[in-house]
């Protein structure tokens, strides 16, 4: 049984419920999971942050749907892009940045055929009119190149990378989860020793070594660790970093390599 | 396979997660989609006007069970409702009022045999004890006629109709949605020529014409549109019209017909 | 089929979505359900009241997972706990507490086998690497016993009781609705003659009798009632009483049994 997945902007509107409506009214015995419909409004990068992050998990074969579209109504292309194991449904608007760098598409085709959307397309509500049945179609086995042609290029934004400056790593801020845990853009790998004394700053202040869990400092203490997405993460031990420093998306933290 | 829909104000609550446990223990094999949770605690306008946008996108014969309900633990009527393709167990409060003028029912049933309830009938949470285990019988294939005695008349609010002087028509704001989209209660049918000259007017600041997509204005301007729900819609591109207009619920809206 | 039900404080992020990725990728068949991921972070006496109300009504067999979890990466212990008809899978918190007073375990199991968790285990995510794969396992038939050795106690923690003194009894609100409901500690069977002319104080107002139902007051005016939990509340008729009194969890209240 495929499973399609779904990512959007929605947050607790009824326009998931909807899209959830269109696809079980073409394909009765798919099945349906939530991924997340909390990005913030519009914000691309986010939802390739989070579909990054996430889309491993998920069994093979499964379809992603993700509708962060602020293009809606506009000429961006809607894309569906097949790498080895999963199948993306998506607007042309940079969403697939994080994963086309590791994961080679090996079809990406423009989706036009309008035998596979609704009868009536409105022009701002393609997660309804368009996405939806497209990913019910593609779960029944439809195969990619019927919805129309294919595509060489997929557009990429180029988000924002950690800086080397000699011993020092200039991060930003990428994400912000429930918790009030700040996620970096700097990924495991580009920290070789954990365990040295490395420090990190943000928001002027200093945070000493890279732990491995949060109960390795005091409650309340902001500490520095991997974090379960694999980047460099600003927690605080029984608490909200957001909080504590005052800070999100795009703060800039300094990492000092010992 | 039998697909029931909630559609409640619970919010976030885990009396969403209970209702669905109570479906499923009498009937394992049946399908719950959630169409929305998020409807303002107790406005049965909101619900009405979702549940009508958005049920007929869903498969037929799936039972909607609605479960905004002021009047809950009072002598107000718990209905079973049944149009040509789709079932409601509703409380009779006016949730169906825009249904019912296009889409007549076909057989109404005041729910009254406890042998569908809970045990145990609380007089605060009939969603658990009443809507729950009814929808949950009703798609075994137990009939309406089984939960009651048939039901001549339907409660029904009149919905603030949008009113016609001239080539003025005065309407009012009925629904904000997620990205601050202000939905009027005019419908698309309303207005003949899209393509004329067309004034909206909305707290003394004037939107010419009615656009087609969101992009046809500039990024943080606003714009009248037909949205996906088939009513007049006041947007911002790349923005809230909410916020842009410091409004809500109730505003009115003038638009002159040119 | 076996039911898997998450109950966790991730709120609307996508950690809930990938922990039903991890379940969907080792067992396709199972059937996820949400209770409710919106309790308060970190809030294992919200968590413990959650789900002792909640439980029963699910179907026999359903798989209970809670990742309502401070320690986090520390050592405290995961549980396979099992009693007569369900299993849950807990961090050993105290989130059992109100339940296995009166549904004794019949199993209790600490989970270590490495065997059923993810390759690489996180410090920060272990709904993801431990909690899902483990409840995926035991969905497919994996007996508790295989998940590591037999427990013999298990962590409660004393949920504040409610004091009796003479006439009085001493409670305090232990969980607030999305409607703004006040639920207490003082349980049902504390109160034996609900129609009697007993008096609730909180914040300096006095509340007269135990009421059946909103409409018992007028609109607008504070009651008391037993709530659908089974335990006396603090409500408004068509209103909150959160706001109303300006109150929340751990606000005391004083019964005077007539």
Do not use: W
Request: net charge positive; hydrophobic share 40%.
């Amino acid at each position: 049984m495929v499973t399609i997945v779904l990512l959007t902007d929605f947050g607790d509107s009824p326009y998931t419920g909807i899209m959830k409506g269109v696809i079980k009214n073409i394909n009765p015995e798919v099945e349906i999971i939530d991924l997340n419909h909390s990005i913030s409004p519009q914000n691309v990068i986010e939802a390739a942050f989070v579909l990054n992050g996430s889309y491993k998990y998920f069994p093979k074969e499964s379809i992603f749907v993700c509708v962060v579209d602020p293009g809606v109504g506009t000429s961006r292309k809607i894309l569906i892009v097949k790498t080895k194991d999963y199948t993306f449904v998506v607007p042309d608007n940079g969403i697939m940045s994080l994963i086309i760098g590791k994961d080679k598409p090996v079809k990406v085709v423009s989706v036009e055929n309008k035998r596979y959307f609704l009868k009536k397309v409105s022009n701002t509500f393609h997660g309804r009119d368009i996405f939806a049945p497209v990913a019910a179609y593609l779960s029944q086995g439809i195969k990619p190149v019927s919805f129309g042609k294919t595509v060489k290029k997929i557009n990429k934004f180029k988000i924002e990378k950690p800086e080397k400056k000699g011993d020092r790593i200039l991060g930003l801020i990428l994400y912000v989860d429930r918790f009030g845990n700040l996620i970096s853009n700097i990924e495991s790998d580009m920290i070789k020793d954990k365990k040295k004394d490395h420090m990190i700053m943000i928001k002027g202040e200093i945070i000493k070594g890279i732990n491995n869990s949060y109960e390795e400092v005091l409650s309340g203490q902001p500490l520095a660790l991997i974090g379960s997405f694999g980047y460099l993460e600003i927690s605080l031990n029984q608490g909200s970093a957001k909080d504590y420093f005052g800070c999100g998306i795009g703060t800039v933290i300094d990492l000092f390599i010992d």
